[in-house]
């Protein structure tokens, strides 16, 4: 029995972009905070990564000398035929995102 209310202030951009995507997928907000709440128990934590990312260099963040380096290594990989296809490493992007 359903018998609980849970109140929390988000911002309102971010509450009418998700509200927009559960309407289109037919799914009621309280059945979202439901599922999390259940998923909650389920791992006994966040069901997610709350970790700070590293964040990737910038080639504006690189000396001349580095970028280079680094640009004749991935030619050196290409050349020898140790590449990926790039449909293969956007399908583990996507995987770690979820």
Known sequence: MKD?????RVE???KIEAEDILKKLGIP??????SLYR???YHRGVPFSLTIPTEPRT??????AE????LQHSY????AGE???????FDDLERSLK
């Open 4 to 8: 609980s209310t849970v109140s929390a």
């Open 12 to 14: 309102n951009n971010v």
């Open 29 to 34: 907000v309280s059945v979202v905070i439901n």
């Open 39 to 41: 998923q909650i128990i």
């Open 59 to 64: 080639v504006d963040a690189m000396s001349d």
């Open 67 to 70: 970028l280079d380096a680094k």
């Open 76 to 79: 050196a990989q290409a050349i």
């Open 83 to 89: 590449g990926r296809p790039m449909s293969e490493v």
